[in-house]
């Protein structure tokens, strides 16, 4: 939708919007509203950055900032998953032998 003859910034905004809601949405489902809280307030934060550009050329600097307090929460919500539970268990395993040597 870029690429059309006419941007409409603000349905691109809520576009994103939409889209980054859905991306978290499993989180709210499996039960864990306090992470879902952190990151979507995170995620707002990152959008009023990038769409208000309220710092100047340092909003952009601010809004990498804010992306990076999301990787720790989303490697939260990864261990939370029991399909990962079988690879933190090897990766632990692991780490106790490598101690061990």
């Known amino acids: 939708r870029q690429f059309l003859p006419e941007v409409r910034p603000r349905r691109n905004l809520i576009r994103i919007a939409v ?3 859905a991306s978290i949405m499993p989180i ?3 039960g864990n509203a306090l ?3 952190k990151i979507y ?3 707002t934060l990152m959008t009023w950055l990038f769409a208000k550009y ?3 050329g340092w909003s952009h600097t601010a809004f990498h900032g804010a992306i990076m ?3 720790p929460l989303f490697m939260t919500a990864a ?3 029991s399909s990962s539970r079988a690879q933190i268990q090897t990766a632990a ?4 032998l490598q101690g061990a040597m």
């Open 69 to 71: 307090f999301l990787s």
């Open 19 to 21: 889209t980054l809601t």
């Open 93 to 96: 395993m692991h780490a106790v």
């Open 28 to 30: 709210l489902w499996q």
């Open 54 to 56: 309220p710092f100047g």
């Open 35 to 37: 992470l879902f809280g």
């Open 41 to 43: 307030s995170i995620l």
């Open 79 to 81: 261990c939370n998953l």
